[in-house]
């Protein structure tokens, strides 16, 4: 019979702690269930409270078996502190942000969550630091999400405020999180996003039933969509061509080197000398420049979509790209080829315009277009807005979406628009500060 070891017998108890954490969770929120069992556990003597990389929840024994009698409500509160963190998806959206700075931002926004569900088992009362600031983040902020309150507590936030925050918000460790965020999703981070969207279909589902904190559950789940989801319905507009390009992939290797060893100098087959590859051919970006659309706004993007578009190799070596302004009337239209013409139009950019909003002139101005030749391969149009004017009620030719900032009103949007909701906080430019550690 193998003896066990005191490590062993403390792990083997901490994780029956932790069945009991993750089981009045489950009890409490039903439609979390998807998440409380998505981390398997692991012990890590390294760490003093739970941590997790998005794939393993990593625990402290020491801690579990010194907190489960006289403080059982805290260790509950950050097994689901660690477990918000991966469905909201703040491991994958730190970009190039202030580290320290995004940690305490998703700390404060977990524990919000939490703070206001008004279940027994997480329920405790708020410190005087935790009213104020959640205070004074609804009114700077609006929404206690992580980036929003990213953008005040680096534009706001003095030293002796940042040590006290630290101090209160502080529960979990995030050292296993991503150092850098990846070009293309991890398989971690999308598993979560599916999670999250299960997540809150369930809680759509029940309607009324949803409390406050569980209103602001969702919300934090819909901010949670990086800027990759933008970066997929990028791809929407690509189109399938032939490129010149030696097409490795479709090139079998062994027929190659058997006609050479057979002979001498006699290739069996050879590469392909093109291959087809989905990208952007024509394509038609229009700004709202109506008194209602900020020019910031609108400068940051024009400048997200083109840097994503630059990231994804999503350019044709030949491609034209008309960037329109329009409020009520096509007030200019600035036509790029290529990446070096963009950065230039971006440096040079202004709005023109400050009248009402009418999107129909924008169409009539590409149908235009179409007819007289200047566009003849155009896949999409993309149209920045904050939703508020006249839509055209036939379909266009050519797909069409909507990009629209924040809440919105869709009462009038015409069934066969395409629609994305962007976040303003992840456009807007934020001002740094150098934290000491």
């Known amino acids: 019979m193998a003896v066990q070891t005191q490590r062993e017998w403390e792990e083997a108890m901490a994780k029956k702690i932790l069945d009991v954490l993750r089981s009045e969770l489950y009890l409490s929120l039903r439609y979390l269930d998807a998440a409380l069992f998505a981390l398997p556990w692991q012990a890590n003597d390294a760490i003093q409270t739970f941590a997790t ?31 918000l963190h991966c469905i909201f998806r703040h491991l994958w959206l730190r ?16 524990e919000s969550v939490i703070d206001g569900l008004k279940i027994p088992t997480l329920s405790r009362p708020l410190s005087w630091t935790r009213e104020k600031t959640y205070r004074w983040l609804r009114e700077e902020a609006g929404v206690l999400a992580a980036a929003p309150i990213y953008r005040v507590l680096m534009e706001s936030l003095d030293e002796a405020s940042w040590r006290e925050l630290r101090v209160e918000f502080y529960t979990d460790d995030h050292r296993f999180w991503p150092k850098e965020e990846r070009e293309s999703p991890s398989p971690q981070g999308k598993q979560w ?45 690509a189109v399938l061509h032939e490129e010149t390009h030696l097409d ?37 970006v229009v700004v709202d420049t109506s ?51 963009l950065d230039r139009l971006l440096e040079r950019f202004t709005l023109i315009g400050g009248g009402g909003t009418d999107f129909r002139p924008a169409f009539r101005y590409v149908d235009e277009l179409i007819r007289t030749g200047a566009l003849k391969e155009l896949k999409g149009l993309l149209y920045f807005t904050d939703g508020k004017g006249i839509y055209p009620t036939r ?3 050519y797909d069409a979406a909507f990009l629209f900032l924040g809440a919105h009103e869709e009462d009038h949007l015409p069934p066969w628009a395409m629609r994305l909701t962007l976040d303003p906080e992840e456009l807007l430019p934020t001002k740094r500060r150098n934290h000491d550690q």
């Open 193 to 237: 996003e599916q999670i999250g969207r299960q997540i809150e279909q369930t809680m759509q589902s029940r309607g009324d039933d949803a409390g406050d904190a569980e209103t602001l559950l969702q919300t934090q789940i819909k901010a949670a969509k990086s800027r990759r989801s933008y970066r997929e319905f990028l791809r929407k507009f």
């Open 53 to 83: 990389d998005g794939n393993v929840l990593y625990f402290s024994a020491e801690q579990l078996l010194r907190l489960f009698r006289p403080n059982l409500k805290f260790l509950t509160r950050a097994y689901l502190h660690s477990v």
């Open 95 to 110: 970009g190039e942000r202030n580290r320290e700075c995004w940690d305490l931002s998703c700390d404060i926004a977990v």
């Open 291 to 341: 008194d209602s659309t900020s020019g910031e706004l609108v400068k940051a993007f024009l400048k997200e979509t083109f840097a994503l578009l630059r990231q994804n190799d999503s350019f044709f070596h030949h491609t034209k790209i008309h960037l329109l302004q329009c409020d009520d009337a096509v007030r200019a239209d600035d036509v790029v080829e290529s990446t070096d013409e």
């Open 395 to 397: 379909r266009p030719a």
């Open 248 to 284: 490795a992939d479709s090139f079998d290797l062994n027929f190659y080197t058997y006609g050479l060893s057979m002979y001498g100098n006699l290739p069996l087959i050879e590469p392909l000398e093109s291959r087809e590859v989905q990208k952007i051919r024509e394509f038609v």
